[in-house]
Nanobody, 125 residues
Framework: QVQLIESGGELVQPGSSLRLSCAASGLFFSTLPMGWFRQAPGKEREFVAA????????SYADSVKGRFTISRNNAENTFYLQMNNLRPEDTAVYYCAVRQSGNYVHTEEKEYNYWGQGTQVTVSS
């Protein structure tokens, strides 16, 4: 059974940093592309960042480029989203996702097969 469990979300002030984690089990994780998405209240879920199987290639939404960094530790079946200089508009539920095949980065929600339950990030003063 595939499980993705996010952690690290919390309430922070603007300008703060957070690191989200996603622990994966039930997959041969080290060969699979992964991504982060988010959904703000009243909005559609949107792409945030993606990484290929070995971390050599990444992609970011324009809104987070230069502030967020996606990374992975295949030995520990975990991947991360480091978020710096957080803004109120970053407030959302953040989801990690895994695609069950492929060698590249994938930025479309429909390309992913497995999803975590989400972790809430709130940026507010």
């Amino acid at each position: 059974q595939v499980q993705l469990i996010e952690s690290g979300g919390e309430l922070v002030q603007p300008g703060s940093s957070l690191r989200l984690s996603c622990a994966a089990s039930g997959l041969f994780f080290s060969t699979l592309p992964m991504g982060w998405f988010r959904q703000a209240p009243g909005k559609e879920r949107e792409f945030v960042a993606a990484i290929n199987w070995n971390g050599a290639h990444t992609s970011y939404a324009d809104s987070v480029k230069g502030r967020f960094t996606i990374s992975r530790n295949n030995a520990e079946n975990t991947f991360y989203l480091q978020m710096n200089n957080l803004r109120p508009e970053d407030t959302a539920v953040y989801y990690c996702a895994v695609r069950q095949s492929g060698n590249y980065v994938h930025t479309e929600e429909k390309e992913y097969n497995y999803w975590g339950q989400g972790t809430q990030v709130t940026v507010s003063s």
